[in-house]
């Protein structure tokens, strides 16, 4: 079957890697809104019988981004796609895994209906917490890959001689996997969280181990950035000498990039979602999973 890559509003970019990485060909997918707001999509190339493999970040404007993928996948289902793949590079409402409160929605169960008219799901480090696999929560197949490899990559070359810091519990499947990979020495602090904003970490051990090291905080989203302050006010009293946060999706909501530079660390994400700091390229895992698909 032939394949083609279409890239989505948010990750021209990205597709366009992929599909060079993978040598096929690539398609723009056309979107604009109609006076109303309402969204219009279409295909500029022919479908039929192809393998349609859609790349399309929910990230930024969400609502937006998952109403675009749910409209392409069931159009190129219409156009006769053979078969059509959504590589969601970062997949949205994923952290709405349970009802927070009475009468709330657990959003990432109806996400992931929404787009089981897909034959397959590809996610970079969807945020599993509560729900520990994609399997849980879509009918269709459902693939999660990580971005440890090329964060690990990224961290040795970059940070040789670093200790590494996962601020919150969560966080130690990439902050630790990633230290062991590398053999560096990681600490995972905890988190309580009250509110979006409002947060406080602790450190255990002896703080004194910071003083003059090369800092690297890792987590799977940086957001508000709250819940790297914190741990960098702290770091900052223990006197290391430098401090970088790393994170797979540079979401970076209230001004977060801005504040983090204030505090005087470095910032670096991959390229799930596009930003000023997209330093790390995840098209070769992507690519690779879409390889051992066909
Ligand atoms: C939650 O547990 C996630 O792993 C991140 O720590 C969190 O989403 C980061 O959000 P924020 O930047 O808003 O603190």
Redesign the pocket.
């Known amino acids: 079957m032939k394949s083609l890559v279409i890239g989505g509003s948010n990750s021209h970019h990205l597709a366009k890697r992929v599909a060079s990485r993978l040598r096929l060909p690539y398609s723009e997918l056309f979107a604009d809104n109609f006076p109303d707001g309402e969204l219009r999509i279409r295909f500029e190339e022919g479908l039929s019988k192809k393998r349609v493999i859609i790349v399309n970040s929910m990230m930024p404007n969400p609502n937006n981004s998952l109403i675009e993928l749910v409209f392409a996948v069931n159009t190129a289902k219409e156009l006769g796609a053979g078969r059509v793949v959504v590589v969601a590079p970062y997949l949205a409402y994923m ?1 709405q895994d349970k009802r927070f409160h009475q009468g709330e929605c657990v959003s990432a169960r109806i996400m992931a209906k929404l787009l089981n008219s897909a034959d397959q799901v590809i996610a970079v480090d969807p ?1 599993l ?1 509560r729900i520990k696999s994609l399997k849980e929560i879509f009918s269709t197949k459902a693939i999660s890959i990580t971005a440890d490899p090329v964060l690990a990559q990224y961290i040795h070359k970059n940070h040789p001689e670093s200790i590494i810091i996962g ?2 519990e ?2 130690s499947q990439w902050a630790r996997t990633i230290a062991d990979s590398i053999n560096h020495e990681a600490m995972i602090l905890s988190k309580k969280r009250w509110s ?1 904003t409002k ?1 406080r970490t602790i450190i255990h051990g002896d703080g004194k181990k910071f003083i003059n090291r090369d800092v690297v905080i890792v ?10 302050f914190d741990p960098i006010r702290q770091l900052k009293k223990f006197r290391a000498k430098r401090i970088t946060c790393i994170c797979v999706h540079g979401v970076f ?1 209230l001004n ?1 990039l801005h504040v983090l530079r204030k505090l005087g660390v470095r910032v670096i994400s991959t390229n799930t979602v596009q930003n000023s700091v997209a330093k790390i390229d995840v098209s070769p895992l992507i690519a690779k999973a879409l390889s051992n698909t066909f």
């Open positions: 952290r945020h917490h601020p919150d969560e966080s979006a947060i987590d799977d989203i940086i957001s508000t950035g709250h819940t790297m909501t977060a």
